[in-house]
C-alpha cells in the first residue's frame, strides 16, 4: 500500500516570501506524484506532476517540484509566493500498474500574509 | 477541457434519508472516484471504479454505496443519512494512469 505524509499541516510565509511545502510518500511499487491545489469552495486543480524523466517538475503559478528517489520526497516550491497563492495544498501518489486509485496525504495550509 | 460535473454543490439532508450524488464526467475515462475532504483528515477513498459496473471498496466505505451503469456516471449513495456523513464529497475521473480531474465538490449536511 502507499501512503504520504506532509509535514507541516499550516504554513504562513510573507508575501514575496520563498515557500516549500513538505511531502513524503511511502511505497513499495514505482508510482506517479501529484501536488494539487484547492482553494475555498472549489474542487481540486493540478498544479504539477512527476511521471518519469528529469526530476524537477515545474507546474502552473510558477510552482515546482523535484523527485528525490532515494529521499522518497516530492517538495512544492515557489521562489516568491503571492496573496492569490493562499489555498490549501495536497500531495498525492498513484502505482504505475494503472486502475488504481490517488492516495493524498492530508494537505497543507498556505497562508500567504501581506 | 475535462469537465467532472457534480449535481450539487450543496445539499441539506435529514437522518435517515436516503441520499445520492451523481458524478458525470465527459472524457471517455476508465477510473471514477469518490472521496469524502475533512478539515486535518485529507481526502480519503469511498469506492472507486475501473469501469461499468466494477467497484472497488476504498478506506471508509462504510454506510456508502455506489452505482456505475455508464461510463460517464457514478452515484454515491448513502442508504440512511447519519450526521457523521456531513462532509465534503469530491468525484473524479481519471484514465488508466496519469492524473485524477476532480469535481467542484458537493457539502453535504445532515440535520
Known sequence: AQSVTQLDS???????????????????????????????????????????????????????????????????????????????YFCAVRRYSGNTPLVFGKGTRLSVIA | DVKVTQSSRYLVKRTGEKVFLECVQDMDHENMFWYRQDPGLGLRLIYFSYDVKMKEKGDIPEGYSVSREKKERFSLI?????????????????????????????RLTVV
Open chain 1, 10 to 88: 499550516q504554513v504562513p510565509v510573507f508575501e514575496e516570501a520563498p515557500v516549500e511545502l513538505r511531502c513524503n510518500y511511502s511505497s513499495s511499487v514505482s508510482v506517479y506524484l501529484f501536488w494539487y491545489v484547492q482553494y475555498p469552495n472549489q474542487g481540486l486543480q493540478l498544479l504539477l506532476k512527476y511521471l518519469s524523466g528529469s526530476t524537477l517538475v515545474k507546474g502552473i503559478n510558477g510552482f515546482e517540484a523535484e523527485f528525490n528517489k532515494s529521499q522518497t520526497s516530492f517538495h512544492l516550491r515557489k521562489p516568491s509566493v503571492h496573496i492569490s497563492d493562499t489555498a490549501e
Open chain 2, 78 to 106: 448513502l442508504e440512511s443519512a447519519s450526521t457523521n456523513q456531513t462532509s465534503m464529497y469530491l468525484c473524479a475521473s481519471s484514465p488508466r494512469t496519469n492524473e485524477a480531474f476532480f469535481g467542484q465538490g458537493t
